[in-house]
């Protein structure tokens, strides 16, 4: 099993920035990929952001040039999402998702975080 640990969110003032980190632990042979994924109330969920082992990265148009993903270890265990300039329509709960192998050669499973509130207000 692999353990998703969210971390950053909060309340931000228009404008503002935060930096949502996720951590992932357990049996991890490799993390093929990870993303955010955000849900505001009565919406779907929806990619925002996401990173693969080789560090192409892909973002959502609405946050592109403001948000940023990156690995923040060599084990490609821990990620951060930089967000700047962040908009009341940021406002949601954000979803650390990581792909993870457990073994070389074979396939790889989807794990999620329990979640992490961004509120963006003034």
């Known amino acids: 099993q692999v353990q998703l640990v969210e971390s950053g969110g909060g309340l931000v003032q228009p404008g503002g920035s935060l930096r949502l980190s996720c951590a992932a632990s357990g049996n991890i042979f490799r993390v093929n990929a990870m993303a955010w994924y955000r849900q505001a109330p009565g919406k779907e969920r929806e990619l925002v952001a996401g990173?693969?082992?080789?560090?192409?990265?892909?973002y959502a148009d609405s946050v592109k040039g403001r948000f940023a993903l990156s690995s923040d270890n060599a084990e490609n265990t821990v990620f951060s999402l930089q967000m700047n300039g962040l908009k009341p329509e940021d406002t949601a709960l954000y979803y650390c998702?990581?792909?993870?192998?457990?073994?070389?050669?074979?396939?790889?499973?989807?794990?999620w975080g329990p979640g992490t509130q961004v509120t963006v207000s003034s």
């Open positions: 998702n990581a792909v993870v192998a457990h073994r070389i050669a074979t396939p790889a499973r989807n794990y």
């Open positions: 990173i693969t082992i080789g560090g192409s990265t892909d």
